[in-house]
């Protein structure tokens, strides 16, 4: 226990005093082999371990194929086809942005990138149109965490690669519960413009409609070749990750012909800083995984659930419960990389299918993302919509509630995750 204290109460500090998740983890990992006698040569090689997978390179595709696609003028069209199907109700510019975030979700699969690319239209629409700045960013934030769940989601393929998980049943476990999360936030919006008497936009008609839809097909298609390539067997994750690049180049470039090569550079360049700050924390991470596997932490967590005798959904729910809890302070990797893993043998042993679990902890590493004090999104949207983050946390009270419903639902009804996937088996 003083071992285990010492390497995380190290980490939790050093990231409480804002040092990057990456350094506090190193510096962590340092002050644990100074006080118990660490070889050095061991730290080194694990971690050379922590990235000894050639299935990590999926993570540098998929973000590149997100980078290319928001360059390219497929942001433009998903909005357009958002605000035409949602924004003629009560609040329907909020509702677009919602919209606009689960249709993103499917191109980006980044929450970051979603907010920044949804933000820059939506939160500026939105104050135009009366809404409270605040109020456009907190539903930008919430909406953002989407991106998470529904594929192509990365914090689903690092979950695959960690746990060894099938990314194809992954991927089709998070569809439904992405769309639900499009929905109980709607229904969050609905009440509050309700309430608010928040306008109604003009209906655009069907032709408006269909061309929206039509603009933004070829955007629509990706995801739907990611997902159909995987679970057919067409290829590997990360030859997926590298056609589904490809891809958003060619409609970018040929189709929509939005971006050159100064644009993909420049996506190559985003993509590549995107990538080394994952991948480093996973390297890093091989360390933690490698003391903390010596110290038989999973191995007793997995004997305490067995001797306790605790039924599977009421083990999912407690460590959905901790999992909400140190999202508040741990970004989404950093808890797929180091703390999930840890998790699966006392999962196992309560009978909890690893695919269900999968999609509970994205979405309750997603749920941190909104959550003080480090919620990132929150920040990025409340500097676009140039709003005090105090405000925007509490507007963000209510979709908070209806995601945490969604998340308990989801713990609660296994088949919401697991129907999709037995197609496939």
């Keep these: 226990m003083a071992e285990l204290a010492l390497l995380f109460g190290c980490f939790l500090a050093l990231l409480l005093l804002g040092a990057p998740v990456a350094l506090a983890m190193a510096l962590a990992v340092g002050g644990y082999a100074a006080v118990f006698g660490m070889p050095s040569i061991v730290i080194v090689q694990t971690f050379m371990q922590g990235l000894d997978n050639t299935a990590f390179t999926a993570i540098p595709f998929f973000f590149l194929a997100g980078a290319i696609m928001n360059r390219g003028g497929m942001s433009a069209r998903l909005l357009r086809l958002a605000r035409a199907m ?8 909020s509702h677009a942005n919602i919209g606009a975030s689960v249709v993103f979700a499917g191109v980006s699969g980044s929450a970051v990138a979603d907010a920044a690319a949804v933000g820059s239209v939506m939160i500026p629409a939105m104050k135009k149109e009366g809404y409270p700045g605040s109020y456009a960013a907190a539903v930008t934030a919430a909406s953002a965490t989407i991106g998470l769940v529904i594929p192509p989601s990365i914090p689903l393929v690092i979950f695959g690669l960690f746990t060894g998980a099938n990314i194809a049943a992954l991927f089709l476990a998070g569809i439904l519960p992405g769309l639900l999360m499009g929905l109980f936030l709607i229904c ?9 008497g928040y306008p109604a936009a003009g209906w655009q008609g069907w032709r408006e409609l269909l061309a929206a839809a039509r603009a933004s097909a070829f955007a629509l298609l990706m995801p739907v070749l990611v997902v159909a ?8 994750t990360a030859e997926i990750g590298a056609v589904a690049a490809v891809y958003a180049a060619l409609v970018s470039t040929l189709v929509y012909r939005e971006a050159g090569l100064m644009d993909l550079w420049a996506a190559v360049v985003e993509a590549a800083a995107d990538s080394a700050r994952v991948l480093i924390i996973i390297a890093i991470s091989g360390a933690f995984v490698w003391i903390v596997a010596s110290l038989g932490v999973a191995r007793e967590m997995a004997a305490a659930i067995e001797a306790l005798g605790l039924s599977g959904p009421l083990v999912l729910a407690l460590v959905a419960v901790l999992l909400v809890l140190l999202g508040t302070v741990l970004e989404p990797i950093t808890l797929l990389v180091v703390v999930v893993p840890l998790l699966v043998p006392a999962l196992a042993a309560g009978g909890v299918d690893l695919v269900h679990f999968g999609v509970v902890a994205v979405l309750a590493a997603a749920i941190g993302l909104i959550t003080p004090p480090v919620g990132i999104l929150l920040f990025i949207t409340s500097a676009q919509a140039q709003a ?3 405000h925007v946390i509490a507007e963000t009270l209510p979709f908070l509630l209806a995601l945490l419903a969604l998340l308990a639902a989801v713990v609660a009804l296994p088949s919401l995750t697991l129907w999709l996937p037995s197609l496939l088996r």
């Design 86 to 93: 949602l924004a003629h109700f009560r609040g329907g510019m």
């Design 188 to 196: 969050a919006s609905a009440v509050i413009a309700r309430r608010r």
């Design 229 to 236: 390539g995987l679970t057919l067997g067409f290829a590997t």
């Design 388 to 390: 005090q983050t105090r």
